[in-house]
């Protein structure tokens, strides 16, 4: 063989690798141009919009996390947020993953079996037997809605899925997909879909119903059950025929299923506790979930309760209903009206925030104040005749008088005079300013000071302050300021309304008031109350767990002829009891240095009240003076080692031994023959000190020890 024989095949082969590469070359050059347009494609898709798929009606929930209320977005739609994990049941599930999505929780966001078998279907088959798309996919669809269907488009979800991926873990990515997927109309997302076609949540799903929502958002307008119902249910149909095909159901499930009808009319989204949602939405602006203090089934009977009642007192007659835990000042249910629509009844004012004359209702406050200044008892006497104070003559709201009474009487009856004489006693500014320290804000007309008319209803309050009032009953003495937005942080604090031994006297008046006829004696301590000219009728009453307060009347303010507390607004206290579905609870035990007596075994004072013009005698006798402390003095007394207080000395002028001494309502013995005395201070604050002599005629002074 020549030499050029033998160059010419090493040239050959020296030429064909040059050519393999320059082509290599072009190739990898024309891989990273494709790869940085497709790199630059990716980069100009921008982030993935989260924050505007994570957008969701704001949801109202009780304190068990039961749906009360919901809003629908700004747009119109309905997108509730949903917890697959705790809230969507596993049957649905189940069902959606077998139908949609196999090996979700296996792949990366994009299924390349179920995407093969879908281009081989729709080659064999000339037609779309089945989707490849993943739920993943699916949700980059949803979060980026196209109408064109494409290879650009379906190359688009394959990016934003594997994105979603690695963003989101698979709990997210099924919780955002179950909360956007389209179910017809404006309903997005499982939940809402489930509440508006079944009425209720999807927690617990028949297989009927399980089926019906797999199938709608295959194509959500064109099986809208309000408007294609037949096609809604052929499309659950084939859902569960394949079902069964794949061995996740069997045919007798089936067939049962199929025999189902589909619902052909959507629901009312739930409005429960409307006033307190919107209140709630004022306040907690931007959050999506608003959790409440409230009881969605209590409120549920209320509600009830309080339309079913306006309806029997007659038109334009509305009805409020409050109820509160004692013990945390929460709010466990709030019905404003008796229908948040009815115009007549002004359904959208919230009556139990609403300020009108509180009538009787103040009157516990009042003597709870003269049982703590300890100058009566519940079985003091005391004169039920006509009396009057300047130019003010209180009169009985059934124009008559019954004479000499025990005070516990005297508060059951509600009678006006005896009211009326231990108000003059106390003090309508002290009850006043004693009141707003419990968190009860008293409304005085513009320029006008408190006076004697506030016990009888001369003065503006709301209920849910008179609930909180009267929950301090409950609660020996302090109150709880009302809440009703659940918090990480409470930082309420008691509030002082009056001593223990107080507070439990009044309570154990007001249990023993005849009931009205659909209540039981001896269960709840309740007060009713009737405003001027019939404008308002009140009843609010407590036992040892909760205290209800009801109001009625017309929110305009016009009188109801015949409309009285008693007949009115009681019976529907007594029937709210009753719909709580509890037996009431026992009120608190006597606290220490609670007096029980009869009125023969009290002190000679306390066996009958007499009034402040009584305490001042003719000739030579003197009603009792202390002389020191002086009234409204500061004492400033040593402490001991341990930090107790010294004790401190009491002088007394006049009076007729023997004398008997009581701080802050309680007796604390009696005082000798040189009107002298050693007491120990109650602790720091403010202290009221009080003597009484035989006949019954007392002094008192207030003090601050510090």
């Known amino acids: 063989m020549s030499e050029e024989a033998t160059i010419a095949p090493a040239a050959n082969s020296a030429h064909r690798w ?3 590469k320059n082509a290599a070359a072009v190739s990898a050059v024309a891989g990273l141009i494709i790869a940085g347009a497709f790199a630059a494609w990716v980069y100009s898709l921008g982030p993935l919009p989260l924050d505007q798929a994570r957008q969701v009606s704001t949801t109202i929930v009780d304190r068990n996390g039961k749906l009360l209320r919901a809003y629908a977005m700004a747009d119109g739609r309905w997108r509730l947020p949903v917890d697959a994990k705790t809230a969507i049941d596993p049957g649905y599930l189940k069902l959606l993953f077998a139908y949609e999505d196999r090996r979700f929780y296996s792949h990366g966001g994009v299924d390349p079996l179920a995407l ?13 037997v089945s989707g490849g798309s993943t739920i993943t996919m699916q949700l980059a669809r949803l979060m980026e809605p196209r109408r064109e269907r494409s290879v650009y488009a379906k190359l688009r979800q394959v990016v934003r899925a594997f994105q979603i991926e690695r963003q989101l873990n698979k709990d997210e990515i099924l919780d955002l997909y179950l909360a956007l997927a389209p179910f017809g109309g404006n309903l997005e997302g499982v939940r809402a879909a489930s509440i508006a076609y079944f009425g209720k949540e999807p927690k617990r799903l028949s297989l009927a119903e399980s089926a019906l929502l797999v199938a709608l958002p295959q194509s959500p307008e064109t099986r809208r059950l309000d408007r294609y119902p037949d096609h809604a249910r052929a499309a659950r149909d084939r859902v569960l025929d394949r079902m069964v095909e794949d061995q996740v159901i069997s045919a007798d499930d089936a067939v049962q299923a199929r025999a189902i009808p589909v619902p052909r009319l959507r629901k009312q989204m739930p409005i429960l506790a409307p006033h307190s949602s919107d209140a709630a939405i004022a306040i907690m602006k931007d959050t999506p979930v608003i959790r409440l203090t409230l009881d969605s089934s209590l409120q549920r009977v209320l509600e009830a309760l ?102 516990r009487k005297a508060l059951q009856l509600s009678l006006n005079v005896p009211a009326i004489k231990l ?62 937005i659940m918090l990480a942080k409470d930082e309420r604090d008691p509030l002082r309304l009056m001593d223990q031994a107080a507070a439990w006297q009044v309570g154990n008046v007001l249990i023993g008031t005849p009931p009205p006829e659909n209540g039981v004696h ?34 305009d303010g016009a009188p109801v002829p015949g409309l009285v507390g008693r007949t009115a607004a009681a019976p529907i206290l007594f029937d709210a009891f009753a719909r709580t579905g509890k037996i009431p609870s026992a009120l608190p035990k006597p606290p220490k240095g609670a007096l029980v007596a009869s009125n023969a075994k009290l002190p000679l004072p306390l066996r009958r009240f007499r009034a402040v013009g009584e305490l001042v005698r003719t000739g030579s006798e003197q009603a009792p003076h202390i002389q020191f402390p002086l009234n409204g003095s500061r004492i400033d007394v040593d402490r001991s080692n341990d930090g107790r207080f010294a004790a401190m000395p009491v002088k007394i002028a006049g009076g007729v031994l023997p004398l008997t001494m009581m701080v802050n309502g309680v007796s604390v013995g009696d005082i000798d023959s040189r009107r002298q005395r050693l007491i120990d201070p109650p602790g720091p604050g403010f202290a009221r000190l009080t003597v009484i002599d035989a006949t019954g005629a007392a002094d008192t002074v207030v003090i601050r020890v510090q």
């Open 522 to 555: 001896n269960r709840i301590a309740f007060k009713t109350g009737t405003s001027y000219g019939y404008r308002d009728a009140w009843s609010v009453g407590f036992d040892g767990r909760i205290t209800i307060g009801v109001w009625v009347g017309r929110p």
């Open 116 to 128: 093969g078998r879908a281009a081989f279907q729709l080659v064999t088959s000339g037609h779309i």
């Open 423 to 484: 108000l003059d006693r106390v003090g309508a500014s002290r009850l006043s300013s004693r009141l707003k320290q419990a968190g009860g804000n008293l409304v005085l007309p513009k320029d006008e000071a408190p006076g004697l008319a506030m016990g009888l209803g001369g003065v503006g309050v709301t209920l849910q302050d008179l609930a909180q009032l009267y929950s301090g009953l409950a609660r020996l003495g302090s109150t709880r300021p009302l809440r009703e």
């Open 18 to 20: 040059r050519r393999i």
């Open 306 to 407: 309080a339309r079913d009642r306006a309806i029997a007192q007659g038109p334009n007659i509305s009805v409020a209903i409050i109820a509160v835990d004692n013990e945390s000042g929460d709010v466990l249910a709030r019905v404003g009206s008796p229908d948040y629509f009815d115009e007549r009844r002004a359904g959208q004012v919230d009556m139990t925030r609403a300020l009108r004359s509180p009538g009787s209702t103040l009157k516990p406050f009042i003597y709870g104040l003269a049982f703590e200044d300890g100058f009566v008892h519940p079985e003091s006497l005391i004169d039920d005749r006509p009396i009057r104070f300047g130019s003010y003559a209180p009169e009985n709201f059934d124009m008559t008088f019954q004479g000499t009474v025990p005070v």
